[in-house]
């Protein structure tokens, strides 16, 4: 895995800001992750006492899927949910989406910051967008050559 290639997943993962995280239950739900600076953690603003705080609390092993066909990427990304008290990180990260569920700010008492550390992720990054897609499958259909779809990798953050 190339420097290149974490660069261009990491930045394409700022352009996206919600995807879908799933621990414990198998069961997904929507978060909005947030990423600072050269932290490799995701950050994510969830209430106390939430199934998705319980699983953290636990740390629990989670799975959290982006797709967005606008920014390019779909990607797969597997790693280990915690709590934190980093009160500093939760003011650094707080935005519009947190606000709209804590009235109180990001010194809320029931505001609870999660840590999600990747532990591997396989990624499908494109710049192609829609039209791309569709000029990649016509000229698939044309030329009898497979698609130029962009980038797929694993790559591993152990």
């Given amino acids: 895995m190339t420097d290149d290639l974490r660069k261009e997943f990491r930045d394409k993962m700022k ?39 319980e699983a953290a609390a636990a740390g629990a092993e989670g799975c959290y899927l982006v797709c967005s ?46 840590r999600y550390r990747p532990t591997k992720a396989e990624v499908w990054l494109s710049d192609t967008g829609a039209l791309g897609f569709l000029y990649q499958i016509a000229k698939a259909k044309m030329t009898g050559d497979k698609p130029d779809m962009g980038t797929h990798a694993t790559l591993d953050f152990g």
Avoid: C
């Fill in 69 to 114: 066909e606008k920014h390019g990427i779909y990607a797969d990304i597997h790693g280990k949910l915690s709590l934190s008290e980093d009160e500093a990180k939760t003011e650094e990260i707080w935005g519009i989406i947190a606000s709209a569920w804590f009235e109180g700010g990001p010194r809320d008492p029931d505001v609870q910051l999660l």
């Fill in 15 to 53: 352009s996206v800001h919600t995807g879908m995280l799933q621990v414990g239950d198998d069961r997904f739900v929507p978060m909005a992750h947030n990423l600072t600076g050269e932290d490799p953690d995701l950050w994510f603003i969830t209430a106390k006492g939430t199934p998705m705080a």
